[in-house]
């Protein structure tokens, strides 16, 4: 790769210049902060890509619905509840915490956009809810990144933010972003949620365009147990204030520096979800090349990574390369077998379709660490694409039996 | 369903007249016989159904090689070891098991179908192997039914039988059958190996129409870890001992008959696969009505029993409805959330779109038995599926971490 065109930086969500936000306890999870409004000062632009899950949340409707024109200020978000399979009431919830927000904060209702997160099935509680929304409104300030990625936490162990500064048409430039998401992560998109806040100026139009392609390569890429959620949604506003001039051409230098920084963020917050799966001990990243496509590199990719068997052995420290070749041969992707090669930890133990010899004290060695990288080449083509997921731990099943 | 046109009877895979089989130690696995022979004395049609895994192991090429005729009367299987991703060393050894035993046996070598399954990506102790076939080809018996269905078992912890008799064209017609089966199970075919012994007298044309219609809706139906194998094969023989007119046309009352007994054969056999899931606790059933089709009905129960969030639960014992609506909405089938609705054991939590109060107590009440049923209703149509899985367990991690 090139020399980068954009540093990261400290600072998380509100590192770009004209947004604030707020934070608070509402007593939908346990304990902790469950609230999160996000706002541009300005008129912001913005996109999003939601869940394709059929059974997807009732907010995904309303932020689907408000986002369409490609206009959106300020995302109302709970932890704790994920409004989803809740019916009529679960729509009315939805559209209420939109309206409600839209009042308080004085924006027009379709420039809200609403997530939730957490236990499907269960109607929110909304007293609760409509008493912290006014008391949000209130607090927006420029402080409070680090309690933003809290409160759209649930089973995550550690927040999950990034920051980049880059230089477009003259200006600086600056992306904040937070996610979340650790278990029924398979995001096409999964429960993951990710907010991005950038100043750039952008046209919609490019800023769907740049988010889409992030989010393909980045999310769409990480899988922790297969399980795709119904809300997943990964939203980008922004709001011009870094004065440049007007992303509103793809093929401006400018669009280019924008999507390196965008797709860095992207990929940082997706493999920090993946890294934080429910129950890991270990990462794991998958780089198939030699593919005839990125979607046949992908789909070879996210069949390993979703394997669970290839992921207890990944726990269980055993270099069961024969597993990745079953995988690779469910993937449903048109492969030869007589021209594939795999590789864990960069000891090759298949190579153009046949078993390799290896030192297997070379190979417990390469197990025993925590980040295991297979490499799979399909010997097919140029393509190639990468995935990441974690190991699969009798600590996932604990968490997820109740 | 109208009364049944056959009974089970005890005596497992020889029950049929004219089938003998022989076991072996070759010492392929750890202990135990690790090598089964099947030998029809007279010739026999047969049918095959091979998994989809374009990884697929050695010996199932040669199997559907020889089956291609519709004629084979042998079957040569190991345990412990897979012969799958080995290359061309490995196909040249599966050709060697069939060689020798025609060669030993006295059959055509094309009326010798290989069987593998075991450890993925390991070469066959081609020497321990080859000093077994004489063996099994000297002791072929009636009386080993048994040992034959232990032969196959590699993480199995019970061996899997069933056998049933009925009235074919006037004369008594009996299906004897073992399968294996516990880990990497995801049929499309699954590693699992079903092995089918008739002596009715049917046409090659019509005994792979009844196997191929009975898979679909009974090994194809189940799920353990969602995980597609290299090796899965479902082979039937026939051999026209029971001396009735041959079924040569679909129309007969006796190919309906035999598929019956077929389908109860393969049903049983497959629910005992999902039971004996690697690690398993509970029994799941899910079943879907409503669909526009089989294939819908199929493509939404094949989703929950794969759903690893459902089989945490199931695990755990919580009444967790709302992981199913997430896994029917993840299953790509196109559904209308708005008509569904979902029960678990016969306690409806979601109808016609919308959470329907429950008693929390009779709720944890079904949740503890030890085998769970899962109704789910898309009211789009009339048809429906049936699959099985077990609760994903610590035990099952535990076991495949090596």
Redesign the interface.
Known sequence: MAEKSFHEIEGGLLVADGFVASTAEAGIKPKGPDMLLLHSRTPACAAATITT????AAPTYVTENHVANGHARTIVANSGN?N??????GMANARRMAELTAITAQVPVDEVLVCSTG?????LPMERIEAAIPELCRSLNRDCAPEAAQAIMTTDTVPKECAVQFEAGGKRGRIGAIAKGA??I?PNMATMLCFIATDVAITPELLRQALGAAVSKSFNCISV??????NDTVIALANGEAGNELIDDEEMHRFTVFCEALDFVTRDLAKKIARDGEGASRFLEVRVSGARSWDEAHTVGRAVT????VR??I????F????I???????G??????G?SIAIGGIT??AA???VEYDQDEADAVMAVDEIVIEIDLAAGDAEAVCWSCD???E???L???
């Open positions: 899950n059929t059974f997807r994920a989803a399979a809740t019916g009529e009431q236990r499907i099935g269960v109607q278990g029924m398979c147990d297969g399980d795709m959620s119904t979703r394997y669970n068997l207890t052995c726990w269980g420290g055993d069961n390369w024969g597993r070749a079953a995988a690779i041969g469910a993937s992707a048109d492969i030869d077998p007589a594939v133990a298949f379709g046949e078993p699969l731990t009798p996932y099943v604990e997820n039996a109740k």
